[in-house]
C-alpha cells in the first residue's frame, strides 16, 4: 500500500472514531440510569430575635393609677393615724386613716393637703367611717375635696371640686373628685360625732399622661 493511501486510511478511521464520540457522550450524558449530584438546598433560618407579646415594656396607654398614701402629705399629716385593733383594715386597699375633729370652737374641721403639680386627673375613694358605740351610728361625716390651682400672680384659687356624706350605719360612700391641672389637694373632715374614725379605702389619683 502506498504511503498516500495509508495515510488516507488513518484519516477515515480517525473521522469515523470522533464521529463515535460525539454520537456516545450526549447519550451518556442524558441516560436516565446515571445518577447525577444534586445540589444541596440550604434552609434560610429567622434572622433577627423575635419578639413576645408585650415584650416592649412600654406603656399600653392604659391609665396609671397613684395611691394616695404614697404622697407624702405637704400639711396636716398629723391628721392620719393608725386603725385600733377594733377596726381591721387589712382587707382595704392603701386605707388612709382620718381623725375626726373634736368639734370644739376652734377645732371644727380636719385638714390635710398634698402637693399635686399639675400631675393628676381624678380622686376616687371609699368612705367608710367607724364608731365604737352602737348608738353612734347614724353619725355623719363629710369629706370634701378642695382644689388648688396657682395663678400667676402667684395666689392660690381653691375650689371644692367633690363631696361624700357617710355614716357607719348606712355604710360606705364612694368619692370622686377631678383634680386635672390642680397644684395642691386639700381634704376636709367634718364629722357629728368627735370620736368617729374614718377610713378612705382605695384613695388613688388617676396620673396626667
Known sequence: MKPAEKWSLVAAVAGILVALLAWW?????????????????????????TTPAGGSGQPTGGA??????SL???????????????????SYD?????????????????????SLRGRYLDLSATVRPFVGEAQEQDSRVTVTVVAGYK????????????????????GPRSLTAPVENAEELTLQLRCEYP???VVLDGASLTRAG
Request: aromatic residues 4%; contains cysteine.
Open 25 to 49: 457522550f450526549p447519550r451518556a450524558a442524558d441516560d436516565p440510569g446515571k445518577s447525577h449530584p444534586t445540589p444541596a438546598t440550604t434552609t434560610g433560618a429567622a434572622t433577627g430575635p
Open 64 to 69: 396609671t393609677e397613684v395611691p394616695l398614701d
Open 72 to 90: 407624702p402629705a405637704q400639711s396636716g399629716g398629723a391628721n392620719l393615724t393608725r386603725a385600733p385593733h377594733s377596726v381591721d383594715v387589712s
Open 94 to 114: 392603701h386605707p388612709l386613716v382620718l381623725s375626726c375633729p373634736s368639734n370644739s370652737s376652734d377645732d371644727k374641721v380636719r385638714e390635710i393637703t398634698w
Open 151 to 170: 395663678q400667676r400672680d402667684g395666689t392660690f384659687d381653691r375650689r371644692m371640686v367633690g363631696e361624700a356624706g357617710a355614716a357607719p350605719g348606712p
Open 195 to 197: 370620736l368617729t374614725l
